[in-house]
């Protein structure tokens, strides 16, 4: 398969970007996204020239490493993958793909395709964790959790921490990102004693770090590779409400 | 405790929720007030009287304008964070995500044309009904269709109502309004739950599904008032005229 692929290059994040026209030809359609940028650097080496920098690392879709912004869609037009596990035989032969670095005022450009999504650290960081004692492992089944409860706290705690929600979202929301946190803790007793805390430090280090306010259009869901719901945003709209409220 | 409503983006939305929610029952009220005049135009004008410059029908007036204030106010700041955190530099290529619906995309859009509609709503009415009785000036003068003069009094609703809709552009103008309140009412309405934290995967078909039908029936319930005053408005005209008020 050929593809003409318009990739924005921007040389620090100083400078001003631009979109620049390459062309990769004979891809096999089994080649990866990431594969495929992997063949077209090795020919910009080739010819002397600076290769795409883009962010990646297990390539099998549990690091939240890769990101992009493809044709429009955060992680490519593959539903529930993130890029690294999308193929080229998604895409028509012939056709040119547009491939930009997420976009958003908390995402900093660092270089061609890469951002700087520390600002997702900072918010774990803020309250992400639970303070229990890790020197002696407890029996698993010396507290009863409800098979229900584990479910969705696991289903909230698949997000990999990519950046897609925001990166989607035309408010510059993160709100799933701090919602599947907080409802992967809030959902277990372990989490559920410092849940309070947890809800009001990890929203207000999110509004400080300038991301925007959620308006429930869906669409970090529908672009999430982890297909995490916006159930989870409704409970973190509960636990910091309740929270505020005990104040 | 008051603070979160105003420095957090949870807490902000909460106000918007809890405002949209008064507005959406002032306007479930105000149908059923106005479908009175499909039944009856004296008793519509009963209503009218009782809700003139009295000091519950004042009271509740300043309550509504806070409300609609309010609502107004947060929604442009909250907009403004979005535009923000969005970032400068935009996406080249942007897709309509699957499930995500257009209203939910454009509620300020939507809301500036329901504003600008109220605003031409309160000069057609309310300025020539409880406004006249706040101020005492009696009567307020018009001109009917075929150039005879009218005098209303300012409890006159129905004649008023008649007169207004007697001219079809009006007709049109309101519908436009009406059409995009429904736009409005199909986000914001199921939107009010998930930000005030009352949903999940279970409740959303349902309280979409509600969302609809609340938006539904309020569009056909002032559009029918609308379109019947339109067509019956020289019958209206004719019986209303002369009316004095009862109270």
């Known amino acids: 398969m050929n593809f003409k692929l318009k990739i924005w290059r921007q040389k620090d994040a100083k400078s001003k970007g631009e979109f620049k026209t390459y062309e990769v030809k004979n891809i096999s359609a089994d080649t990866s996204f990431l594969e495929m940028l992997d063949i077209l650097n090795n020919d910009l080496v080739h010819a002397g020239e600076e290769p795409v920098a883009f962010d990646h690392d297990c390539r099998e879709g549990i690091c939240g490493m890769c990101s992009l912004h493809i044709n429009g869609h955060a992680h490519g037009p593959s539903q529930a993958v993130t890029t690294c596990q999308m193929y080229m035989r998604k895409f028509k032969d012939g056709s040119t793909i547009t491939i930009e670095p997420w976009r958003s005022a908390a995402f900093p450009v660092i270089k061609d395709l890469v951002v700087n999504r520390g600002a997702y650290d900072e918010i774990l960081q803020a309250g992400g964790f639970v303070s229990v004692r890790t020197n002696s492992v407890p029996d698993g089944n010396a507290i009863p959790i409800p098979k229900a409860d584990a479910d969705e706290s696991m289903d909230a705690a698949s997000c990999v921490g990519c950046g897609a929600c925001a990166a989607t979202c035309k408010n510059g929301s993160a709100m799933l990102f701090v919602a599947a946190r907080v409802s992967s803790l809030a959902k277990l007793p372990q989490g559920r004693v410092e849940g309070a805390r947890r809800a009001k430090a990890m929203v207000a280090k999110m509004d400080e770090l300038g991301f925007g306010n959620c308006t429930n259009t869906g669409a970090c869901q529908a672009q999430c590779p982890k297909q995490v719901s916006i159930a989870h945003i409704a409970r973190l709209n509960r636990e910091f409400l309740a929270a505020k409220l005990q104040d | ?247």
Not at chain 2, 117 to 127: D, N, Q, R
Not at chain 2, 158 to 186: E, G, I, P, Q, R
Request: charge should be positive; glycine fraction near 6%.
């Open chain 2, 1 to 247: 405790m008051s603070c979160f409503l105003t420095n957090s983006s949870v807490g902000k939305k909460l106000v918007m929720s809890v405002t949209g929610c008064f507005l959406v029952l002032f306007i479930l009220f105000h149908m059923s007030m106005n479908l009175t005049v499909l039944f009856s135009r004296e008793a519509y004008n009963l209503v009218c009287e009782f809700l003139g410059a009295n000091w519950y029908a004042l009271a509740a007036t300043v309550v509504l304008a806070g409300g609609v204030a309010v609502h107004f106010i947060y929604a442009f700041i909250l907009t403004l964070d979005n535009y923000r955190a969005r970032g400068k530099q935009r996406y080249a290529v942007t897709v309509q995500e699957k499930g995500v619906s257009w209203a939910s995309k454009n509620m300020l859009v939507l809301g500036i044309i329901v504003v600008l509609g109220l605003a031409l709503h309160l000069v057609h009415f309310w300025s020539k009904m409880q406004l006249v009785e706040v101020l005492h000036s009696q009567f307020a003068m018009g001109v009917d269709a075929n150039g005879a003069e009218l005098t209303f009094h300012p409890a006159n609703g129905a004649l008023l109502m008649a007169f207004t809709f007697s001219k079809w552009y009006n007709v049109v103008l309101y519908l436009v309004w009406f059409a995009a309140l429904w736009f409005h009412l199909t986000h914001g309405v199921w939107s009010m739950f998930q930000s005030a934290g009352f949903a999940n995967d279970t409740w959303y078909p349902r309280l979409k599904c509600v969302a609809n039908v609340v938006a539904t029936l309020i569009f056909l319930g002032f559009a029918v008032v609308a379109v019947v005053c339109f067509f019956k408005s020289s019958d209206f005209i004719a019986e209303m005229v002369n009316w004095t008020p009862g109270l």
